[in-house]
């Protein structure tokens, strides 16, 4: 059985900073991209970032800078840094292996 669990997230005035973790069961995780996905409010699911096994990545024009995405091949872990974070940031965000989904953390930005 395949399972992605998230945790971490949560509300974060702006410019402040957050960190949400993925965590891949039953499934190979090595030689596998990971992405990272969000969908705000009234929108329709985006992509955010990606990282690959071989510590290549890749983001949205948007997070450029401000997100970082990284993994550890050896506790199948996948962890999205968000610095600097807006309010338009705000969003449940989603991990994603092949077409396997995490269960979405919530990422509120507010003053």
């Known amino acids: 059985q395949v399972q992605l669990v998230q945790s971490g997230g949560g509300l974060v005035q702006p410019g402040g900073s957050l960190n949400v973790t993925c965590v891949v069961s039953g499934h190979p995780f090595n030689g596998y991209y990971i992405r990272w996905y969000r969908q705000r409010p009234g929108r329709e699911r985006e992509y955010v970032a990606g990282?690959?096994?071989?510590?290549?990545?890749n983001y949205r024009e948007s997070v450029k800078g401000r997100f970082t995405a990284s993994r550890d091949n050896d506790k199948n872990l996948v962890s999205l840094q968000m610095n600097d974070l807006k309010p338009e940031d705000t969003a449940v965000y989603y991990c994603?292996?092949?077409?396997?989904w995490g269960q979405g953390t919530q990422v509120t930005v507010s003053s």
């Open positions: 994603l292996i092949e077409n396997y």
């Open positions: 990282a690959g096994y071989d510590g290549s990545t």
